[in-house]
């Protein structure tokens, strides 16, 4: 009986022409008569489809399709091939097939149709090959007819090779959870470590990358992994980068100069998050962490000053000038007084800070504004502000980024820290 999940797929040649019986069909026919196929397609050329027809005509008994080569000359292009037999397969995944229940027999055709379908085959998964061999060849190198004998081999270490790429070019493009995705089952065999190492990767950026710093921290010393490969240097973290985590992975400390150099520090990843959101066209998420990076840089330098807008003891002559203003502060249900960004920048001016101005009047970001929406950027409006706008979000972050760089010295040595070296964008 067929197996309804298998198909048998094969490239069909000349043969040799006074002994198309032996030298052809015969082999042809060992390969469809080793295995149980619910569908067997047949891939010949223009030249060679007479061949094929004559097969299926003669075993009807099987389930023979034929889907020969556009052209005449196909044969002799690659790329020809390689687009029809990539086809060919993907119309048999479509129907249903799993790439586990294929087989593609690549032994009869030209080169180039050989090579065609194991790329295709490598392209698609399908992980079982096979060739038509024999122990007995003739005096020229040439099979004796009658003893040729199918050979499966299974391309699965390729097959590993190509996803433990894909797994890679997705760290670099910063798609940190699909690469986990590709790596969290790690084969056996020699290239399980590889890819145990690439699913590291993916972690310990991943959790970077979404503020997860101890998860991040715990997966920088890669205990339990084994020794690692030479291309791990590509994504290993430097000595700046495990030491800027390292700042961010405690919990915020008591005196006020540490919260206020923390702080500074998590404004740094703040805006390499939002440079990365830019690379990937998330710019509603770049306008977000921009506005976060101001308000926490007026948060850190009133900080510096003794003051934490979180519980706020404010100075008692800018509260009596709020007071006067009809906007009195007032201390939320746990009996601390808060103060949101625009605040905190007044209260910068009302002691004199010469950053104060540039806190308050957010213009000078650009023609996107920076203000928030019903006092939360991060409460969405009715459509986005940032859509087909990418070029003026790239202005705006640089403007925040030039503005935190020029705020204090060492801002450029901690957003640099900040970055993933390994980077494609």
């Known amino acids: 009986m067929p197996d309804d999940n298998r198909a048998l797929v094969l490239t069909v040649g000349t043969g040799t022409a006074d002994q198309l019986e032996e030298t052809l069909l015969t082999p042809l026919r060992k390969s469809i008569e080793k295995g149980q196929w619910a569908k067997i397609v047949l891939l010949p050329s223009k030249q060679t489809e007479g061949n094929a027809f004559a097969l299926r005509d003669a075993h009807a008994q099987y389930p023979i399709e034929v889907r020969s080569l556009r052209r005449v000359g196909d044969e002799e292009d690659v790329d020809a091939c390689f687009e029809h037999f990539e086809r060919q397969l993907a119309v048999l995944l479509e129907a249903g097939y799993a790439p586990a229940g294929v087989t593609a027999d690549f032994t009869r055709g030209t080169k180039a149709m050989s090579a065609a379908l194991v790329l295709a085959s490598i392209v698609h998964g399908i992980r079982t090959l096979r060739y038509i061999t024999s122990p007995r060849r003739d005096s020229r190198g040439m099979v004796v007819p009658g003893t040729e004998a199918p050979s499966d081999f299974s391309i699965a270490r390729i097959i590993v ?6 797994a ?3 760290i670099r493009a910063g798609q940190f959870a699909a690469a986990e995705r590709i790596c969290s089952i790690p084969p056996a065999g020699p290239l399980g470590n590889d890819v145990r190492w ?5 972690q310990f950026w991943g959790c970077w990358d979404r503020f997860e710093y101890r998860a991040a921290e715990s997966l920088s010393e890669a205990s339990g992994l084994p020794r690692r490969p030479a291309w791990i240097k590509e994504f290993w973290p430097s000595d700046g980068n495990l030491k800027f985590l390292r700042r961010l992975g405690p919990k915020l400390p008591e005196p006020m100069e540490q919260r206020a150099a923390v702080c500074r520090i998590l404004a740094a990843d703040i805006l390499a998050n939002a440079r990365r959101r830019l690379a990937d066209g998330q710019t509603e998420e770049v306008l977000v962490r921009a506005y976060r990076v101001l308000e926490l840089v007026g948060q850190y330098r009133l900080l510096g000053r003794g003051l934490d807008s979180g519980d706020l003891r404010p100075p008692k002559e800018w509260e009596k000038e709020l007071a006067a203003e009809g906007s009195p502060l007032r201390p939320n249900k746990d009996g601390k007084i808060e103060i949101a960004r625009k605040l905190g920048a007044r209260l910068l001016e009302h002691l004199g ?5 540039s806190l308050l009047d957010l213009n000078w970001v650009g023609e996107i504004s920076l203000t928030a929406r019903n006092k939360s950027i991060l409460i969405h409006g009715f459509s986005s502000r940032t859509g087909g706008r990418k070029d ?4 705006l972050l640089s403007r925040v980024e030039t503005f935190y760089c020029e705020e204090n010295p060492g801002n450029p040595a901690r957003l640099g820290a900040a970055r993933f070296p390994f980077l494609s964008s």
């Open 161 to 166: 090779r190509r996803e433990l790429e894909r």
């Open 168 to 170: 890679l070019q997705l």
């Open 198 to 202: 690439a699913n590291w990767a993916a």
């Open 353 to 357: 800070d010469p950053l104060a101005g």
């Open 392 to 395: 003026k979000v790239e202005i």
